[in-house]
């Protein structure tokens, strides 16, 4: 079977804007990620085998003098070295274990130095659910020109609702071929006028970003708080991630994620240095009606205009609840959207699949003790990690 992955930007940039910030803050630092099968699917048999096949061709796959240029131009944030670092960058087969046990199912750990192995999570994922739809039968029923409608007409909808909207759906898209049809056609639709009152902002695809001369979009995720939490405790690493990060990058990449231990604790800790030095917040679980209402209450109590502040809806959305949210912002915040499934995934006759890999385990150094690194969110069906700690956490915080 051909190589699913076979380019090193065929990555979201918070990959590589998360690796900087690690060889920067923790370069000694080791982990472990785990794969999270939310739907506990049964993969046919031989399926891990097709997989690892995938994971050892990820050997070849190293970054282009092409690839360069375009991070360089389009993420000045990233020092020089930094690229002469990726260019030296090998994904190392070794780091991933995979197991598929006799009822189907998928046991999948990434084990290595964290600015390594943080590469695998867009690559794994997104081969899995190619693979998934291929030996579903899935590809030999797929309509490219329904498809290619379809794409359109969401793009319009998008574009008349006046969301200012983004693709992030690298890691769950049925396809490499129709996420690029996807971003091919959104960006035609949306240069046919000039005077859409939406706007389609880019992709997180780094590599699909450079092939269509977009900007490719995305800041970090939760695991840089998610590890920090052993490293300064659970009410103070939002704090520290902020700090470090606007350390890091120097007042870019300013939009932050801040559901990783539920918002309570970070409502509760945000100060008004680090509410000003960030452009805006990431609302990537909960109930965004709520989530938006806390926001602006907890700008207000800062002495900031809501109003000035960026805030991106990324939940699982689809178009309908992404312009429900924007007519309920109205103008109140800076609104902007990042969909993924329902964009890269939303094909007549398939079901889209529900896959994660998170951090599950880390330390500062190889010298150092390992400690459970976990996730609460704001939606109980997003908590991963180990229960005992999960339940700890909860208690100690105060949550449900």
Request: charged residues 25%.
């Amino acid at each position: 079977m051909k190589q699913i992955v076979n380019r090193l930007t065929d990555n979201d940039l918070y990959t590589f804007t998360c690796q900087y910030y690690i060889l920067e803050k923790y370069p000694r630092a080791e982990v472990e990620y785990t794969f999270f099968d939310r739907n506990r699917e049964q993969y046919p048999e031989g399926f891990g085998a097709l997989l690892q096949e995938q994971v050892d061709g990820m050997a070849d796959v190293v970054i282009s003098d092409e690839e360069v240029e375009f991070m360089k131009s389009r993420c000045s944030f990233l020092p020089l070295w930094y690229f002469t670092f990726l260019k030296g960058y090998r994904f190392n087969p070794s780091e991933v274990s995979i197991d598929q046990d006799e009822a189907g199912y998928l046991s999948i750990t990434v084990k290595g130095k964290w600015f390594s192995t943080i590469m695998w999570e867009m690559p794994l994922l997104s081969t899995i659910s190619e693979l998934s739809h291929i030996l579903k039968g899935d590809m030999e029923r797929y309509d490219a020109s329904l498809e290619r409608e379809r794409a359109a007409a969401k793009t319009r909808q998008i574009l008349e609702g006046g969301l200012i909207l983004g693709d992030m759906g690298t890691r769950r898209r049925f396809s490499y071929d129709h996420q690029e049809m996807v971003i091919a056609v959104m960006k035609e639709v949306y240069e046919s006028r000039h005077n859409w009152p939406g706007k389609f902002t880019g992709t997180s695809n780094v590599w699909l970003a450079m092939k269509y001369g977009l900007l490719p979009l995305g800041t970090m995720s939760h695991q840089l708080i998610s590890f920090e939490e052993n490293v300064s405790g659970v009410f103070e690493c939002n704090y520290n991630v902020m700090k470090k990060f606007s350390d890091v990058y120097d007042g870019d990449n300013g939009i932050f994620l801040y559901d990783c231990f539920g918002d309570k604790v970070f409502f509760s800790n945000l100060s008004k240095r680090m509410a000003m030095m960030y452009k805006g917040l990431r609302v990537d679980s909960g109930d965004e009606f709520e989530q938006t209402e806390k926001i602006i209450s907890k700008y207000r109590e800062l002495g900031i205009d809501p109003a000035t502040k960026q805030v991106v809806y990324s939940n699982g959305l689809d178009i309908g609840k992404a312009i429900e949210i924007h007519n309920y912002c109205n103008g109140r915040v800076q609104d902007s959207y990042g969909v993924g499934t329902f964009l890269t995934c939303d094909v007549v006759g398939c079901e889209p699949m529900n896959i994660v890999v998170k951090l599950t385990r880390g330390r500062i150094t190889e010298l150092r003790e390992w400690h459970d690194c976990v996730k609460l969110s704001c939606n109980s069906t997003k908590v991963l990690g180990n229960h005992a700690k999960c339940e700890f956490l909860k208690h100690v915080l105060g949550l449900e």
